[in-house]
């Protein structure tokens, strides 16, 4: 098993649409967690952290279920600008190694 | 702009010549770096934990005496890939740690094609 599993993309969805991706992680002792954003042949960057009690920033939301081990993101009202691949990673604490899902691609069309 | 500087952003090789791959931390010094790889269509994978002034620690299944690593001063590691071969083309990226967050800022990535 894989310690971070995603979703399998691609996700097509039109403008507007709400739109939300899973992950589950498989180390119980999870320290930290992230959504990345990656763009075709491009560096990951960070959208946003995830916390316990969960976290927006605009049209983003992140949830985090430390007991299901389960992270997850929404985005509403999606952009087209939104188009990307999403990455759930995970931070075990182990000397700050970041431990990444397999992507889930995105794709909002007009 | 960047805080995390990476070059080259691409290059391309013969099979069995060497490539060095920098990356710079540019805001701050940073005593740990760390060097992924993602082939197509796949996930970033950590490949080693580059450690200032010590030796790297690499991950499982990692050859240490083909990927070369040197963190010899605090805003510099280099990635060295030896000998290398068609099957180690790929994307390379850097990171450390981020300034302001929990998160982890990435250099832009290099990609290597060995032909």
């Known amino acids: 098993r894989k310690e971070v599993e995603q979703d399998p993309g691609p996700f097509n969805v039109p403008e507007g649409a709400t739109v939300a991706f899973n992950c589950t992680y498989s180390?119980?002792?999870?320290?930290?967690f992230f959504w990345y954003r990656q763009d075709c042949r491009k560096e990951p960057k960070l959208l946003m952290s995830?916390?316990?009690s969960g976290n927006e920033d605009g049209r983003f939301t992140a949830q985090l279920n430390r007991a299901s081990q389960y992270i997850s993101l929404l985005i509403r009202d999606s952009k087209l600008s939104d188009s990307a691949t999403y990455l759930c990673?995970?931070?075990?604490?182990?000397?700050?190694?970041?431990?990444f899902g397999q992507g889930t691609e995105l794709s909002v069309k007009p | 702009g960047a805080v995390v500087s990476q070059h080259p952003s691409w290059v391309i090789c013969k099979s069995g010549t060497s490539v060095k791959i920098e990356c710079r931390s540019l805001?701050?010094?940073?005593?740990?770096m760390f060097w992924y790889r993602q082939f197509p269509k796949q996930s970033l994978m950590l490949m080693a934990t580059?450690?200032?002034?010590?030796?790297?620690?690499?991950e499982q299944g990692v050859e240490k005496d083909k990927f070369l690593i040197n963190h010899a001063s605090l805003t510099l590691s280099t990635l060295t890939v030896t000998s290398a071969h068609p099957e180690d083309s790929s994307f390379y990226i850097c990171?450390?740690?981020?300034?302001?967050?929990?998160?982890?800022?990435f250099g832009s990535g290099t990609r290597l094609t060995v032909v």
């Open positions: 990673v995970v931070n075990n604490n182990q000397g700050g190694k970041l431990i």
């Open positions: 995830v916390y316990s």
């Open positions: 580059s450690n200032e002034g010590s030796k790297a620690t690499y």
């Open positions: 180390n119980s002792a999870s320290q930290s």
């Open positions: 990171s450390r740690r981020a300034a302001e967050t929990y998160g982890y800022t």
């Open positions: 805001d701050f010094q940073a005593t740990t």
